[in-house]
């Protein structure tokens, strides 16, 4: 009885039927859904790791790197600043302003606790590339195994 239409109208089921129909065909286009991943802020950032360390390059085009702080603590990497927005001059407007402006931070665990006293920071044309080594005390070590 509930769900059917009666002499053209809805029933408050159909409706519900019909909005649950829409909020799933919303998901699936949704690009965290449908396989294609966007990244979750800004600066977009890449990590890599093996036995010795880790790099990160993080994109930060226009970037003052006077702007920016980088703090290491065990296996946390924290990256932070502000990027300032361009001035415009006098009568000039924005068409189109996709490039955000002001201040970020992003931390991100690593699988090993780093050698803070060895870690470089390098800024070049828009890309800072960070390299993390691993401390003595993280890195595998090889058991070697006594006969008796």
């Known amino acids: ?20 129909r829409e909020v799933n065909r919303l998901f699936a286009s949704s690009p965290a ?3 294609t991943r966007m990244a979750p802020g800004y600066p977009a950032i890449n990590i890599w790791a093996n036995e010795d360390g880790a ?38 407007v924005y068409h189109r302003r996709e490039r955000g402006c002001g201040k970020f931070t992003r931390s991100f665990q690593l699988p090993f606790n780093v050698e803070t006293g060895n870690v470089q920071a390098l800024y070049e044309k828009g890309v800072l590339r960070i390299t993390l080594p691993r401390a003595e005390a993280d890195k595998p070590r090889k058991i070697a195994v006594k006969a008796a």
């Open 1 to 20: 009885m509930f769900g059917r239409s009666f002499w053209g109208q809805t029933t408050p089921w159909s409706e519900m039927e019909r909005l649950r």
């Open 33 to 35: 859904v449908s396989g």
């Open 55 to 92: 790099i990160v390059t993080a994109e930060l085009p226009g970037l003052d790197p006077e702007k920016l702080d980088i703090a290491v603590v065990e296996n946390t990497l924290t990256l932070s600043g502000e990027r300032q927005p361009l001035e415009l001059a006098e009568g000039d």
